[in-house]
């Protein structure tokens, strides 16, 4: 037996839709349960990404500057407190002058008294391809001096929507003179 289903008609439409949108409103529209479809999430896939990070501390074309410190940061081993904005560009190859991907834009700041340990926040923002406008963020611990540093990777917008991770840091070139470093990312990451 077929049931009575009632007829679709514009008035029906309109009148469902305002019901829709009426059980959204009684919760105040503040929140409410969605699928993952519905925002249009399909599978969660795994990318990895490299790149080479260009921390240039020295000479005009500077993209890392300290912007804070304590008393004691000079003559701490460690450098405790010393705060540094960057603007580091990112590379495909190790040479500056090979293609540029993105850049690292944010903070790190020395945060340990025993050894050089930073504290990094920043977003990674790529221009490649299709991944030009979408960013990673990172919050981690780095310990510079150490081979391979892990850091997390906390979020992501664009493509890199609901990110989760890590990135493998290796120090690829340091200039004792200058202080210029160049370092090897290797990012892994979940997200849609
Ligand atoms: C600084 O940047 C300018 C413009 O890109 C470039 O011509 C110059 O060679 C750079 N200088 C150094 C020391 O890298
Ligand atoms: C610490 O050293 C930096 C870099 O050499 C210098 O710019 C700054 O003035 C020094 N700060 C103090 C408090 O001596
Ligand atoms: C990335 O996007 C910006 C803004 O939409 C655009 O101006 C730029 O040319 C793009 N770069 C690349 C490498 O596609």
Request: no cysteine; charged share 20%; aromatic share 18%.
């Given at each position: 037996m077929a049931k009575t289903l009632p007829k679709v008609t514009p008035t029906f439409l309109i009148l469902f839709t305002i019901l829709s949108f009426a059980s959204f409103a009684t919760a105040g529209g503040f929140s409410r349960t969605l699928s993952p479809a519905k925002l249009g999430l399909k599978r969660e896939k795994l990318s990895h990404l490299h790149f080479y990070f260009h921390d240039i501390?020295?000479?005009?074309?500077?993209?890392?500057?300290?912007v804070a410190e304590a008393p004691m940061t000079n003559t701490s081993l460690t450098g405790f407190g010393a705060v540094v904005m960057i603007d580091d560009p990112l590379t495909a190859r190790p040479e500056l002058t090979s293609k540029h991907v993105g850049r690292a834009q944010g903070i790190y700041a020395s945060a340990s008294q025993t050894e050089v340990g930073f504290l990094m926040v920043l977003n990674f923002a790529f221009m490649e391809g299709?991944?030009?406008g979408s960013t990673l963020s990172v919050l981690g611990r780095n310990t510079v001096l150490s081979a391979v540093r892990e850091l997390p990777i906390v979020g992501g917008s664009g493509?890199?929507?609901?990110a989760r991770g890590y990135a493998h840091a290796r120090t690829h070139t340091f200039d004792i003179g200058s202080g210029d470093a160049v370092v090897e990312y290797n990012v892994y990451v979940f997200h849609y």
């Open positions: 501390v020295s000479g005009p074309n500077q993209t890392a500057v300290r299709k991944y030009n493509l890199f929507r609901f």
